[in-house]
């Protein structure tokens, strides 16, 4: 009788088009990007950052310093660790324990961050929980992408990696509604908080908390893992170690893993930087205020959503690289256009449009590493993954400030997104859908 605690394998000589594992397993594995989401939109981006610069630091430039600062550590800290928790679970096998302690650390941490009152003393606490908070939850997006490939066959990976990417989106902008609607929005607050001491912000951080873990919990209880590989804690070091280091002198050999890691670095640094620096466009631009800017955001959410999901079924039909270069040259154009309109409207909509296309670039870069990745290097691969999306997140933003500020121009300096994106497509270009 089958093991169904444990992936099923793919015929001998052929890759199945069957699913791996049961339905509510993989229905399972995609909550998590539900489940997590949360925290990067309503924590990172959105509303606790704003209160950061509102409610703690002494000025606009200090709280964008401040914030970028802990931000840019914390990513130091995942560019530096990734590759070697993910050489570590590679050697000792499950990764859900892996996973279960990165988002015990997130939780943990955002519930913490209730105690952050509106006190300029406070700032560093509520820096180095946030920073904290972040590192975990991309330390365990390694563990959790590096599971994709163990669930379903080569053919389907592209859907797999859209449905839950495109969950991801609801997920956050589920969260973020009820952030509004039930704590920020109302003149009296769920369970009479006292906005006078910003409790109304302050517990937007257990509710993402609690978002997190109870929605966190289906993965942990019905998606398989890997059997463990009877190897100590102590030797899966040293061998995870040793063969981190092995792979990274053998990086140059697996030609179409590390030229796709380039690439991704790339454009994923134009798409981080359009991140950093949207809702400051868009403000001193357009004049958006606050509301705008939410309302603008939940309008993002849902179409990136949307894209994530409906391209993961053409990742399947054309491939992970054609996708991604289609996204990526979509959002080239209109990232182009949208710097040269002058009206609100149009900012919306070509905001809109290129949601769209944001949730496939991302996605079906995550099913490219899954075809890329060799079976036994896969977490470590993710691990590098992660790294890529890091390694060099700080140079986007500071070249966008550079060019502002030498050329006068906002449009100038966000008209390097452009560069970032292009120079990506180029490096991508040559490489080859599977490995070779």
């Given at each position: 009788?089958?093991?169904?605690?444990?992936?099923q394998?793919?015929?001998?000589?052929?890759?199945?088009s069957?699913?791996?594992?049961?339905?509510?397993?993989?229905?399972?594995?995609?909550?998590?990007?539900w489940a997590?989401s949360?925290?990067?939109?309503?924590?990172?981006t959105?509303?606790?950052?704003?209160?950061?610069?509102?409610?703690?630091?002494s000025?606009?430039?200090?709280?964008?310093?401040?914030?970028?600062?802990?931000?840019?550590?914390?990513?130091l800290a995942?560019?530096?660790l990734?590759?070697i928790?993910?050489?570590?679970?590679?050697?000792?096998?499950?990764?859900?324990?892996?996973?279960?302690?990165f988002?015990?650390?997130?939780?943990?941490?955002?519930?913490?961050l209730?105690?952050?009152?509106?006190?300029?003393?406070?700032?560093?606490?509520?820096?180095?929980?946030?920073?904290i908070a972040?590192?975990a939850?991309?330390?365990?997006?390694?563990?959790?992408?590096?599971?994709?490939?163990?669930?379903?066959?080569?053919?389907?990976?592209?859907?797999?990696?859209?449905?839950?990417?495109g969950?991801?989106?609801?997920?956050?902008?589920?969260?973020?509604?009820?952030?509004?609607?039930?704590?920020?929005?109302?003149?009296?607050?769920?369970?009479?908080?006292?906005?006078?001491?910003?409790?109304?912000?302050r517990?937007?951080?257990?509710?993402v908390?609690?978002?997190?873990?109870?929605?966190?919990?289906?993965l942990?209880?019905?998606?398989?893992?890997?059997?463990a590989?009877g190897?100590?804690?102590?030797e899966?070091?040293?061998r995870?170690?040793?063969?981190?280091?092995?792979?990274?002198?053998?990086?140059?050999?697996?030609?179409?893993?590390?030229?796709?890691?380039?690439?991704?670095?790339?454009?994923?640094?134009?798409?981080?930087?359009?991140?950093?620096?949207?809702?400051i466009?868009?403000?001193?631009?357009?004049?958006?205020?606050?509301e705008?800017?939410?309302i603008?955001?939940?309008l993002?959410?849902?179409?990136?959503?949307?894209?994530?999901?409906?391209?993961?079924?053409?990742?399947?039909?054309?491939?992970?690289?054609?996708?991604?270069?289609?996204?990526?040259?979509?959002?080239t154009v209109?990232?182009?256009?949208?710097?040269?309109?002058?009206?609100?409207?149009?900012f919306?909509a070509?905001?809109?449009?290129?949601?769209?296309?944001?949730g496939?670039?991302?996605?079906?870069?995550?099913?490219?590493?899954?075809?890329?990745?060799?079976?036994?290097?896969?977490?470590?691969?993710?691990?590098?993954?992660?790294?890529?999306g890091?390694?060099?997140?700080?140079?986007?933003?500071?070249?966008?400030s550079?060019?502002?500020l030498w050329?006068?121009?906002?449009?100038?300096?966000?008209?390097?997104?452009?560069?970032?994106?292009?120079?990506?497509?180029l490096?991508?270009?040559?490489?080859?859908?599977?490995e070779?």
């Amino acid at each position: 009788m089958a093991d169904h605690n444990q992936p099923q394998k793919p015929e001998s000589g052929a890759e199945s088009s069957d699913w791996k594992v049961s339905p509510k397993a993989l229905i399972a594995w995609c909550f998590f990007d539900w489940a997590n989401s949360a925290f990067p939109t309503v924590i990172v981006t959105f509303v606790f950052a704003n209160y950061f610069a509102s409610a703690l630091a002494s000025s606009p430039e200090e709280a964008t310093g401040e914030w970028g600062i802990a931000i840019s550590i914390s990513g130091l800290a995942i560019a530096i660790l990734a590759p070697i928790f993910g050489a570590l679970a590679d050697q000792g096998g499950p990764r859900k324990p892996w996973l279960f302690v990165f988002t015990v650390v997130c939780v943990v941490c955002g519930f913490a961050l209730w105690t952050i009152a509106p006190d300029q003393s406070l700032a560093a606490r509520a820096l180095i929980l946030v920073g904290i908070a972040n590192a975990a939850f991309e330390l365990g997006q390694v563990f959790y992408n590096a599971m994709l490939p163990d669930l379903a066959p080569v053919q389907k990976l592209g859907r797999l990696s859209g449905w839950a990417w495109g969950l991801g989106y609801a997920g956050g902008l589920g969260c973020l509604v009820l952030c509004l609607f039930l704590l920020i929005f109302p003149e009296q607050p769920l369970f009479g908080l006292d906005k006078s001491a910003s409790e109304e912000v302050r517990a937007t951080g257990p509710l993402v908390a609690a978002w997190f873990a109870i929605f966190a919990v289906p993965l942990f209880l019905l998606t398989p893992d890997r059997q463990a590989s009877g190897v100590s804690s102590g030797e899966a070091i040293r061998r995870g170690m040793r063969l981190l280091f092995k792979t990274l002198r053998e990086l140059p050999t697996h030609g179409q893993i590390g030229r796709f890691l380039l690439a991704r670095m790339i454009y994923i640094d134009g798409l981080n930087t359009l991140f950093v620096f949207g809702g400051i466009y868009a403000k001193t631009k357009f004049g958006m205020d606050t509301e705008e800017i939410l309302i603008f955001a939940i309008l993002l959410n849902i179409t990136a959503g949307i894209g994530a999901a409906a391209f993961g079924w053409i990742d399947d039909w054309i491939g992970a690289k054609r996708t991604i270069t289609i996204s990526v040259v979509c959002l080239t154009v209109l990232c182009s256009w949208i710097l040269m309109v002058d009206s609100k409207f149009s900012f919306y909509a070509l905001g809109c449009a290129i949601g769209v296309f944001i949730g496939p670039t991302q996605s079906a870069s995550r099913s490219m590493m899954a075809r890329l990745a060799p079976a036994h290097l896969r977490t470590e691969m993710f691990g590098l993954f992660a790294f890529s999306g890091k390694a060099t997140a700080f140079v986007g933003p500071a070249l966008v400030s550079w060019v502002t500020l030498w050329t006068n121009s906002q449009q100038a300096g966000m008209a390097v997104i452009l560069v970032f994106f292009v120079v990506g497509l180029l490096v991508l270009a040559p490489l080859k859908e599977a490995e070779s």
